[in-house]
């Protein structure tokens, strides 16, 4: 009798172990928060924008000309503009998402020895973000931490996050705009 | 007394007239073996100043006793405005001679470049951020150290594992180890420097600190730092433990020469001097032997022994 009842809980574990595997092998991704998906879903409509106005104009090819190139890139931004000429603060970075990535940047400077943010805040640009401004070039663009970067939400292609002296900025690579901003990060 | 003097001050006169008037060495130290892989390295060039150009004079004089068929760019290809004329002025215009010489560009960003730089043809990047390409025995990865995201670090994993060449060498803008203003980038050698372990990098190159540095070899990698191709930070060098050589008074450029095993290297300033030559040789399951070191304040080559950092599982 004990033998049969070692023997049910033996085949029980066993079943069990074999379905926590089987679960821990297929378990779905962790699921966003809800500031996360909803960041998310606002890239893709952003996206969806820029993918207009690309349509808009040349395409972008590998080209000898540079002069191609510049004004291709102003024509873009040029179109964005006009594709979201209401766009304002926060319509990308909501204010949940915004709070988020604010303590994960603040954290991630904290723990920094004195020398790590000397290197973090190296050649930070220090203009005041406006959004679908074009991105100065006569300012560095400043290099993004490779370990911060892995915390941040993903992105695709065509934005990236900036660091300036006090902001964070998402800035459309090949319009050299600023989609949006968050104040007040370090 | 008075003639004695005079002739003592006109013969040091004509001594220091002699030494100033002296051709300047301009000795290749590359051996030129058949079919080797020959380039040049620069980085932070694109400004358009005079200094940029002499530098550039200097790599065609050099180019006609060692015909590199290739340049890599740490990064800083263009400094302050992106328009039409700058890309003439800071590239087109300084490096005309080796560009009618066929003589390919394959650049990095640095944190001055706008990425769209990757669509100008010259440049060579295929309208990629990173990007790699192969030349005899040795492959090379252009990174964006800019933004190094984790998409970019599983291509450079998928790309270093399926690299078969002898020699492979990653380049990008942000040295992993500098002793100058921006400092060593922990950041970046967190992330990169146990891909390069793991894959078997020998060598690599940045810029960004705006003089030239070779590293004492770190888990048995040599890293260079050659960013002073247009600008030039002077006095910069501080002291630290993994300098092997460093030279920060006037603008510089590197030659390489791949033959094999054998990498030789010569960086030369804008006189035509050569501030630092050597020799890596890799060794099959153990750290390459890196020979080498000669600076104008210290002209004798020192033999360096191999890497005393640490034992790398290389």
Same mark, same amino acid.
């Given at each position: 009798?004990?033998?049969?009842?070692?023997?049910?809980?033996?085949?029980?574990?066993?079943?069990?172990?074999?379905?926590?595997?089987?679960?821990? $092998? !297929?378990? #779905?991704?962790?699921?966003? %928060?809800?500031?996360? =998906? +909803?960041?998310?879903? /606002?890239?893709? @409509?952003?996206? *969806?924008?820029?993918?207009?106005?690309? $349509? !808009?104009? #040349?395409?972008?090819?590998? %080209?000898?000309?540079? =002069? +191609?190139?510049?004004? /291709?890139?102003? @024509?873009?931004? *040029?179109?964005?503009?006009?594709?979201? $000429?209401?766009?304002?603060?926060?319509?990308?970075?909501?204010?949940?998402?915004?709070?988020?990535? /604010?303590?994960?940047?603040?954290? *991630?400077?904290?723990?920094?020895?004195?020398?790590?943010?000397?290197?973090?805040?190296?050649?930070?640009?220090?203009?005041?973000?406006?959004?679908?401004?074009?991105?100065?070039?006569?300012?560095?663009?400043?290099?993004?931490?490779?370990?911060?970067?892995?915390?941040?939400?993903?992105?695709?292609?065509?934005?990236?996050?900036?660091?300036?002296?006090?902001?964070?900025?998402?800035?459309?690579?090949?319009?050299?705009?600023?989609?949006?901003?968050?104040?007040?990060?370090? | 007394?008075?003639?004695?003097?005079?002739?003592?001050?006109?013969?040091?006169?004509?001594?220091?007239?002699?030494?100033?008037?002296?051709?300047?060495?301009?000795?290749?130290?590359?051996?030129?073996?058949?079919?080797?892989?020959?380039?040049?390295?620069?980085?932070?060039?694109?400004?358009?100043?005079?200094?940029?150009?002499?530098?550039?004079?200097?790599?065609?004089?050099?180019?006609?006793?060692?015909?590199?068929?290739?340049?890599?760019?740490?990064?800083?290809?263009?400094?302050?405005?992106?328009?039409?004329?700058?890309?003439?002025?800071?590239?087109?215009?300084?490096?005309?001679?080796?560009?009618?010489?066929?003589?390919?560009?394959?650049?990095?960003?640095?944190?001055?470049?706008?990425?769209?730089?990757?669509?100008?043809?010259?440049?060579?990047?295929?309208?990629?951020?990173?990007?790699?390409?192969?030349?005899?025995?040795?492959?090379?990865?252009?990174?964006?150290?800019?933004?190094?995201?984790?998409?970019?670090?599983?291509?450079?994993?998928?790309?270093?594992?399926?690299?078969?060449?002898?020699?492979?060498?990653?380049?990008?803008?942000?040295?992993?180890?500098?002793?100058?203003?921006?400092?060593?980038?922990?950041?970046?050698?967190?992330?990169?420097?146990?891909?390069?372990?793991?894959?078997?990098?020998?060598?690599?190159?940045?810029?960004?600190?705006?003089?030239?540095?070779?590293?004492?070899?770190?888990?048995?990698?040599?890293?260079?730092?050659?960013?002073?191709?247009?600008?030039?930070?002077?006095?910069?060098?501080?002291?630290?433990?993994?300098?092997?050589?460093?030279?920060?008074?006037?603008?510089?450029?590197?030659?390489?020469?791949?033959?094999?095993?054998?990498?030789?290297?010569?960086?030369?300033?804008?006189?035509?001097?050569?501030?630092?030559?050597?020799?890596?040789?890799?060794?099959?399951?153990?750290?390459?032997?890196?020979?080498?070191?000669?600076?104008?304040?210290?002209?004798?080559?020192?033999?360096?022994?191999?890497?005393?950092?640490?034992?790398?599982?290389?």
């Amino acid at each position: 009798m004990l033998n049969l009842k070692f023997s049910l809980i033996g085949a029980v574990s066993v079943v069990g172990l074999l379905l926590s595997v089987d679960g821990a $092998a !297929q378990a #779905p991704p962790k699921p966003a %928060t809800a500031a996360t =998906a +909803e960041f998310n879903k /606002r890239v893709a @409509a952003y996206i *969806d924008v820029h993918n207009k106005a690309d $349509a !808009q104009v #040349p395409s972008l090819k590998r %080209t000898d000309d540079p =002069a +191609e190139l510049s004004s /291709r890139e102003i @024509a873009l931004g *040029d179109a964005i503009r006009t594709l979201r $000429a209401d766009a304002r603060p926060g319509d990308i970075f909501t204010k949940d998402i915004a709070e988020q990535i /604010r303590q994960l940047i603040k954290k *991630d400077f904290r723990n920094r020895t004195r020398e790590e943010r000397k290197i973090f805040l190296d050649e930070v640009p220090h203009f005041r973000p406006r959004v679908n401004q074009r991105y100065p070039s006569t300012w560095p663009l400043a290099t993004f931490p490779a370990t911060l970067l892995d915390v941040l939400p993903k992105l695709p292609d065509t934005l990236e996050y900036r660091l300036l002296s006090e902001a964070l900025i998402l800035r459309d690579v090949k319009a050299n705009i600023v989609a949006d901003f968050i104040l007040d990060v370090y | 007394m008075a003639t004695s003097i005079l002739r003592r001050v006109v013969v040091a006169a004509a001594v220091i007239g002699c030494w100033l008037a002296a051709p300047i060495a301009q000795d290749l130290a590359l051996p030129l073996k058949p079919n080797s892989v020959r380039f040049a390295v620069i980085g932070d060039n694109g400004t358009g100043d005079k200094p940029q150009y002499e530098l550039a004079k200097q790599m065609a004089t050099y180019y006609a006793k060692f015909p590199f068929t290739f340049v890599i760019m740490n990064g800083d290809n263009l400094y302050g405005g992106e328009r039409p004329q700058d890309f003439v002025n800071k590239f087109e215009a300084p490096y005309k001679p080796l560009l009618d010489a066929k003589v390919e560009f394959y650049a990095t960003l640095g944190n001055h470049d706008d990425p769209n730089q990757r669509f100008y043809k010259p440049f060579n990047m295929g309208g990629q951020r990173y990007y790699t390409f192969k030349k005899g025995n040795a492959r090379f990865f252009s990174l964006d150290s800019n933004y190094m995201d984790p998409v970019q670090t599983a291509w450079l994993e998928k790309e270093l594992k399926a690299s078969g060449s002898d020699w492979k060498i990653p380049y990008f803008h942000h040295p992993l180890y500098s002793s100058g203003m921006h400092g060593s980038q922990v950041d970046l050698r967190a992330v990169l420097e146990p891909l390069f372990v793991k894959y078997g990098v020998d060598v690599v190159f940045s810029g960004h600190e705006h003089f030239y540095q070779r590293v004492k070899p770190q888990q048995g990698i040599t890293y260079f730092v050659s960013g002073a191709g247009g600008q030039l930070r002077r006095g910069d060098l501080k002291k630290a433990d993994f300098t092997a050589v460093g030279y920060d008074q006037d603008l510089s450029f590197m030659l390489v020469e791949i033959a094999d095993k054998e990498l030789t290297f010569q960086a030369i300033n804008r006189a035509g001097q050569t501030v630092d030559k050597g020799l890596i040789v890799q060794r099959a399951g153990a750290e390459p032997i890196v020979v080498g070191g000669s600076t104008p304040a210290s002209p004798a080559p020192v033999a360096k022994p191999p890497a005393p950092e640490s034992p790398a599982p290389k």
